[in-house]
């Protein structure tokens, strides 16, 4: 990218180029000082442990404007043939849903199994601890963990 004296791009300088043309060298050169602060769209690209958003990265390589006809899938056509692991998000999405599929299946759902889960860690909390606790620990539990004014009986 181009950059003028009144400090907007000027896509149109000498570095401007084909995406299709881009090498190896190219991304990973733009990989080091590329910076995503956004959400990250759903195709991604791994690049030294970590993950950067494809076609914006493809598109600074080659020095185009955002609005280049160039799409993803075309981004990810590039990627890949120069030998990049790309990353779709909802196949990570359904491998996450699958996971935690499973673990709930394990999990009791019931209320009294949560209760004595609770009671296990109560029990836990050696009895000099539990004497240092205030008694009125659970009606001002709100001054206690903020500071906020104390609720008289």
């Known amino acids: 990218m181009y950059m003028t ?3 907007e ?11 299709r043309e881009l090498t190896r060298a190219d991304i990973l050169a733009t990989a080091i000082r590329f910076r995503w602060l956004r ?14 958003p494809a076609r914006p ?24 043939n120069l030998g990049f692991e790309t990353r779709y998000a909802s196949q990570l999405e359904k491998s996450d849903q699958s996971v935690a599929a ?9 209320l009294r199994s949560f209760l004595d889960r609770i009671a296990e860690m109560v029990k836990s ?3 000099d601890e539990q004497r240092r606790l205030p008694a009125d620990l659970s009606k ?9 004014k104390k609720v008289e009986e």
């Open 102 to 110: 499973e673990a709930h299946v394990d999990k009791p759902s019931d």
């Open 140 to 148: 001002n539990v709100d001054h206690y963990l903020y500071g906020t």
């Open 57 to 80: 990265l493809v598109l600074e390589a080659a020095g185009v404007p955002p609005n280049d006809p160039t799409n993803s899938h075309q981004a990810i056509a590039i990627l890949e």
């Open 39 to 52: 959400k990250l769209p759903k195709w991604t690209v791994i690049i030294d442990n970590r993950e950067l």
């Open 9 to 19: 791009p000027d896509f149109t300088g000498p570095f401007m180029r084909n995406p």
């Open 125 to 127: 909390v050696p009895e």
């Open 5 to 7: 004296n009144n400090k």
